[in-house]
Antibody
Framework: QVQLVQSGAEVKKPGSSVKVSCKTSGDTFNNHAVNWVRQAPGRGLEWMGGIVPTVGATDYPQKFRGRVTITADASTSTAYMEVRGLQSDDTAVYYC??????????????WGQGTMVTVSS | EIVLTQSPGTLSLSPGEKVTLSCRTSQSVSSAYLAWYQQKPGQAPRLLVYGASNRATGIPDRFSGSGSGTDFSLTITRLEPEDFAVYFC?????????FGQGSRLEI
């Protein structure tokens, strides 16, 4: 059974950075992209970007370009997302989610448990 | 960016009833790239339907998706107690991927 296991909760000061990890177990990175989605308290879902680990290709929405970096280590089947310049409105649960890229119609079928990031002075 | 608008925002229903949730896109999209997720408090979203009408693995057949163009829907027949949750639609055909704001089903 495939699982995505994320790192634990973080509390950060405004202006600092956070790096969240997402380890895939029960499968490899082959034919998959890892996406990151966040959810502010009581709010909806927001796509932050994704990576195809086997080729290192990344994609980000305009809103997060330059502030978010997504990387992956194929040797450990772990993806990472770093967010810089944190502000209070970055307080959210951050999820990683897997997408099978061998079939374009497949959506985000496996999700991590979420990582709560709190930004507070 | 494709904007997804869901309706209704909140719906109060009883177990055994049937419900249809709507998702409208700001421009026509391929039905191949429209998904629905269920989210319960404190949990990650769970994929229900992909490609507008394909149930994900393990999803009961009381859940069904349909639609094309700019109008999509998720129907749940015979609501079970565990179906009371928030439902999101999702477009993943082109980036930036976007989500609807969610529809909440309450008992």
């Amino acid at each position: 059974q495939v699982q995505l296991v994320q790192s634990g909760a973080e509390v950060k000061k405004p202006g600092s950075s956070v790096k969240v990890s997402c380890k895939t177990s029960g499968d490899t990175f082959n034919n998959h992209a890892v996406n990151w989605v966040r959810q502010a308290p009581g709010r909806g879902l927001e796509w932050m970007g994704g990576i195809v680990p086997t080729v290192g290709a990344t994609d980000y929405p305009q809103k997060f370009r330059g502030r978010v970096t997504i990387t992956a280590d194929a040797s450990t089947s772990t993806a990472y997302m770093e967010v810089r310049g944190l502000q209070s409105d970055d307080t959210a649960v951050y999820y990683c989610a897997r997408k099978d890229i061998s079939v374009a119609a497949y959506a985000f079928d496996v999700w991590g448990q979420g990582t709560m990031v709190t930004v507070s002075s | 960016e494709i904007v997804l608008t869901q309706s209704p925002g909140t719906l109060s229903l009883s177990p055994g009833e049937k419900v249809t949730l709507s998702c409208r896109t700001s421009q026509s999209v391929s039905s191949a790239y429209l998904a629905w997720y269920q989210q319960k408090p404190g949990q990650a979203p769970r994929l229900l339907v992909y490609g507008a009408s394909n149930r994900a693995t393990g999803i009961p057949d009381r859940f069904s998706g349909s639609g094309s163009g700019t109008d999509f829907s998720l129907t749940i027949t015979r609501l079970e107690p565990e179906d009371f949750a928030v439902y999101f639609c999702h477009h993943y055909g082109t980036t930036p991927y976007t989500f609807g704001q969610g529809s909440r089903l309450e008992i």
